[in-house]
Structures are given as structure tokens and as C-alpha cells.
């Protein structure tokens, strides 16, 4: 069965543009999840979704946001983007909580 | 605040050298408990969910086990291919079902 799909796999941005990455779930599932990585700080939360709905959201600015479709599939902005901004955003899916969550390739965001 | 740690940052082994990865946690209340391997590039590979102390899983040449505290994943007779980085994660049993990661250990397994 097909993974978890993310898009695109590589962009460069400009620092004050806006950008949307986007996650395709597996088939059946329901809960997304979103997480950004850097060589720094690793692997950090940023928000999940359930049924449309963001369930919980980690310690980012305004600037990050996301939504969840009536067909699972999710998207994130990140709004006047920064330097350090520059990371591996990693989207991840799961059927129910505590049954292992599934993670995407990723998308390389590169701000200049 | 949840936290885990990971050690060693970074392991070097020859093929057939068994070695453990140490994953310490302070969680309020554990969830479970997962193991995850990540190859340059590519997003996180599930290995392991482990819910209580005292609990092993294996797979392959890796078992994982858990106490109270701390989580081990043992490598037996390693090959070049296990080389990767290996994540350790907590989830919480209340509040937020985030995933909190360690930062990870580095494994290189020279043949």
C-alpha cells in the first residue's frame, strides 16, 4: 500500500515569502502530524490534525499553520518566512494513537 | 516537560561487533515508547512501540527493550546496512499525543 506522500520534495524560498507543503496520508488514516527538523533541535512538534480538526499544536509562532481536508490530506504554511526557517518538514500518519506513526520523505524547505 | 535523551550521539562498530543504544525519558505518564531508524534524506523508517517496563520487542538483528526509565535497543552482529541515525520517542498518556524526540545516535558499522 502506498505511503505517506509529501510535496514537494525540495523548494527554495526567498526570506519574506510564504510557502505550502503538502502531505498525502496513507489510505484510512485519519490523524496527521507535522514536524520540523533541524541538525540543532531535531525533531520538533508542530501541530496534528484529527477528522479536519487540529487536535494540538506545538511551541511555534502565528506564522505556522496548517489544515486538514475532508480526505485526510494536509497542507502547511509558513508565512514570512526566516532564515531558520530552513529545515526537514516531516509529516506523519497514524490510524489511532499508539499504533506507530508512519512518516513521509519529507519536504527540504531552503530559505535564502 | 517531557524530555529524552539519547546516547551515545555517534557509534562506530565493525560488521559483527554487538553493541546498545540508550534512550533515558521523563514522560507524566508513558503512552509508549518508539524507536524509529532514519537514513540521510529520508523521513523517519518505524521499528518498535513499546507501551510498559519490562517489555522486548525484536526484529531482525534489533531487540528493544524498556524499563521505568530508559529504553535500550541492542544491535547484534551489526552490518554495514543497519548504519543510520536511530530516534527515540515518547508519547504521553494525557494532554498532547505529540511525538517528544531524543536527538538521536549516529550508527556507522564499518565491514
Known amino acids: 500500500k502506498a505511503g505517506v506522500t509529501q510535496t514537494p520534495r525540495y523548494l527554495i524560498k526567498t526570506r519574506g515569502q510564504q510557502v505550502t507543503l503538502s502531505c498525502s496520508p496513507i489510505?484510512?488514516?485519519?490523524?496527521v502530524s507535522w514536524y520540523q527538523q533541524t541538525p540543532g533541535q531535531g525533531l520538533q512538534f508542530l501541530f496534528e490534525?484529527?477528522?479536519?480538526?487540529?487536535?494540538n499544536k506545538g511551541n511555534f509562532p502565528g506564522r505556522f499553520s496548517g489544515r486538514q481536508f475532508s480526505n485526510s490530506r494536509s497542507e502547511m504554511n509558513v508565512s514570512t518566512l526566516e532564515l531558520g526557517d530552513s529545515a526537514l518538514y516531516l509529516c506523519?500518519?497514524?490510524?489511532?494513537?499508539?499504533?506507530?506513526?508512519?512518516f513521509g520523505s519529507g519536504t527540504r524547505l531552503t530559505v535564502v | 516537560e517531557d524530555q529524552v535523551t539519547q546516547s551515545p550521539e555517534a557509534l562506530r562498530l565493525q560488521e559483527g561487533e554487538s553493541s546498545s543504544l540508550n534512550c533515558s525519558y521523563t514522560?507524566?505518564?508513558?503512552?509508549?515508547l518508539f524507536w524509529y531508524r532514519q537514513d540521510p534524506g529520508k523521513g523517519p523508517e518505524f521499528l518498535f512501540t513499546?507501551?510498559?517496563a519490562g517489555e522486548e520487542k525484536e526484529k531482525e538483528r534489533l531487540k528493544a527493550t524498556l524499563t521505568k526509565k530508559e529504553s535500550f535497543l541492542h544491535i547484534t552482529a551489526p552490518k554495514p546496512e543497519d548504519s543510520a541515525t536511530y530516534l527515540c520517542?515518547?508519547?504521553?498518556?494525557?494532554?498532547?499525543?505529540?511525538?517528544?524526540f531524543g536527538k538521536g545516535t549516529k550508527l556507522t558499522v564499518n565491514p
Open positions: 489510505s484510512g488514516h485519519r490523524s
Open positions: 506523519a500518519s497514524s490510524s489511532r494513537t499508539g499504533d506507530g506513526y508512519t
Open positions: 513499546l507501551y510498559s
Open positions: 490534525y484529527f477528522s479536519e480538526t487540529q487536535r
Open positions: 520517542a515518547v508519547q504521553a498518556l494525557v494532554g498532547s499525543e505529540k511525538l517528544v
Open positions: 514522560v507524566s505518564g508513558l503512552r509508549g
